[in-house]
């Protein structure tokens, strides 16, 4: 296995593993699997994809690579659809070690209304602790995505560093992300990037994050950010809160532009509840419910698909939908990406391990793709994908997936594939 940077999360992920004899029904059902594009051929094109994909209007690809590129630091890249079936992969943009360009892009991309991308990368920049960046597409006769960066984080005592997830972006082009540490008390932050008048962009930190012994608002935010229809942030931490295994929050924009902030929820990483809620970003229902992962707790310990509801005098209510077993069962293990809701109403995600197998030169097995169905009032899981054991189409899938045309599921891994340096996958049903 190549000597790169692995992605914080999969870092911190695969260090918490319990192993548990419990067992639960799980149903397979009949789906087909295709590696759509490995990465190592040609490392300039990156290495290492952990990041959410998103698609265009034209039914093109997006997403980001830890590693690879011309400095080995990490890509942009595209993926197109060819006449008459295959993927052609092209390079956007490859980080530079110029002093100031961003390095190692672990968050996903998003795209505003004149098809420019954003996204952040975790580490670079002016003071080497992260950066927000813009892709714009070429204006014809140009051939190539020309990259800016719009922030560069401050290594000081009151801005966030490292931001490692994909942004949000308001109705007005306003930026939203989080920071995994930094801010006044070390543990994170909450920021808002806003586009000035002569082309610039200032930043706010909207929240620093902070945590005692036994209390605090939760440490190392590191997934992204969503906006509802009242223009209110949603978003988890990974560690901290009353009970220790991370919160889930919302921050509420206020008259006057601060931001106040509410624990919805405080989880207590126990056989019960789920804790360490370490994923990609919460997805919102039309009835107002959120919905996410955690990577750790539930029964088996091997983490949890969780709802929080609102109710009367703004409680919410948490309700573990799904636990996952630990790796000695077939089940998947450690829930790491966003989730994907379909219109009927059912959650597609992936496991980052668990699963059948023992995955080349690790003790882990490759992890799944699955899909919770609501039926009667339980969620029924159906196992869509189990990664090979002999590595050929990829394995850690990272990143979750996305919906495409006729139910499809869109994802990476971080490894395996022909070159075992990570791969682009369709799941058909």
Request: charged share 10%; glycine share 18%.
């Amino acid at each position: 296995m190549r000597n790169k940077q692995v992605s914080l999360g999969l870092a911190a992920v695969l260090a918490l593993f319990t192993i548990s004899t419990l067992t639960t029904a799980t149903y397979a059902a009949a789906q087909s699997e295709k590696v759509l594009h490995s990465f190592g051929s040609n490392s300039k094109f990156g290495v290492g994809p952990s990041s959410s994909l998103i698609f265009d209007a034209s039914g093109n690809l997006y997403g980001t690579t830890v590693n690879g590129g011309t400095d080995n630091i990490g890509t942009a890249y595209e993926l197109s659809p060819k006449i008459g079936g295959g993927w052609t992969e092209k390079l956007l943009y490859s980080f530079a070690k110029n002093g100031t360009d961003g390095q190692n892009p672990a968050g996903g991309l998003i795209f505003d209304s004149a098809g420019n991308l954003y996204g952040t990368t975790d580490i670079g920049g002016t003071d080497g602790v992260g950066t927000v960046f813009e892709l714009s597409p070429p204006v014809p006769p140009a051939t190539t995505w020309t990259e800016k960066v719009l922030y560069s984080f401050l290594n000081n005592s009151t801005d966030g560093q490292n931001p490692a997830n994909s942004l949000v972006m308001d109705s007005a082009g306003n930026l939203y992300g989080t920071t995994g540490s930094g801010g006044v008390f070390v543990v994170g932050t909450a920021f808002e990037l806003r586009p000035t008048a002569g082309g610039g962009w200032t930043e706010t930190v909207l929240h620093s994050f902070h945590q005692t012994a036994g209390g605090g608002d939760g440490s190392d935010p590191r997934s992204g950010l969503i906006l509802d229809s009242a223009g209110n942030l949603y978003g988890t931490t990974l560690f901290g809160g009353a009970l220790g295994g991370g919160t889930v929050y919302q921050l509420s924009p206020s008259t006057g532009g601060t931001w106040t902030e509410t624990i919805l929820y405080s989880f207590a990483n126990d056989k019960v509840d789920g804790g360490l809620p370490s994923g990609g970003s919460l997805i919102l229902d039309a009835a107002g419910n959120l919905y996410g992962t955690t990577t750790a707790g539930g029964p088996a310990g091997g983490g949890t698909v969780f709802r929080l509801s609102p109710s009367s005098g703004g409680v919410w209510k948490e309700k573990v939908l799904h636990y996952f077993l630990a790796q000695s069962s077939s089940d998947g293990s450690n829930p790491f990406g966003s989730l994907t809701l379909d219109s009927a109403g059912n959650l597609y995600g992936t496991t980052l391990v668990g699963g059948t197998g023992t995955c080349p030169g690790t003790q882990q097995a490759c992890g799944i793709v699955y899909e919770l169905r609501p039926t009667a009032g339980l969620w029924i899981e159906k196992i869509l994908h189990n990664f090979n054991e002999n590595g050929s189409d990829g394995y850690f899938p990272e990143g979750g997936v996305v919906l495409g045309s006729g139910g499809s599921l869109y994802g990476n891994t971080y490894y395996g594939g022909t070159f075992n340096e990570g791969t682009v996958f369709v799941v058909k049903p």
